[in-house]
């Protein structure tokens, strides 16, 4: 593993030092860049978690409060989203296969187009 590091730091340095930075400046520059990057990964997910659980907790006081749906039918959509989700998540369920269903079946465009090209 070491060594791996220490290649990498190499050719960090080698391709920071064609930017014009030298040196003990390249190989420090590599290290703020590993440790940014960690510390991305590391709160990525808890963003993702807040983002969810906040669209999941207004999605179930609309369908309560707006649309007079009770404990049994929120809990049942919101287990059938999550079930969606989850395959979505594990590539078992296109993403871009929904979408367009949903433009399709419900009129509605979600997201930016630009967004799911390539998929």
């Known amino acids: 593993m070491r060594a791996i590091v220490n290649i990498l730091s190499r050719r960090e340095g080698l ?6 930075v030298q040196g003990v400046n390249a190989y420090r520059a590599g290290q703020e860049q590993r440790a940014i990057q960690a510390e991305i990964e590391r709160i990525i ?5 807040d983002a969810v659980e906040m669209y999941s907790i207004a999605l179930a006081n609309v ?3 707006k649309h007079g749906m009770g404990k049994v039918r929120v809990r049942r959509i ?3 989203v ?3 989700c989850d395959g ?4 078992d369920i296109d993403i871009v296969d929904v979408r367009e269903a949903v433009i399709e079946d419900v009129g ?3 997201g930016d187009d630009e967004n ?3 998929r």
Do not use: C, F, W
């Open 78 to 80: 919101l287990e059938q």
């Open 45 to 49: 997910p808890n963003i993702i978690k």
């Open 15 to 20: 391709r920071m030092s064609r930017l014009g």
């Open 63 to 65: 369908l309560h409060d």
């Open 88 to 91: 979505i998540a594990r590539g």
């Open 82 to 84: 999550d079930t969606v």
């Open 108 to 110: 509605i465009i979600i």
């Open 116 to 118: 799911y090209k390539g």
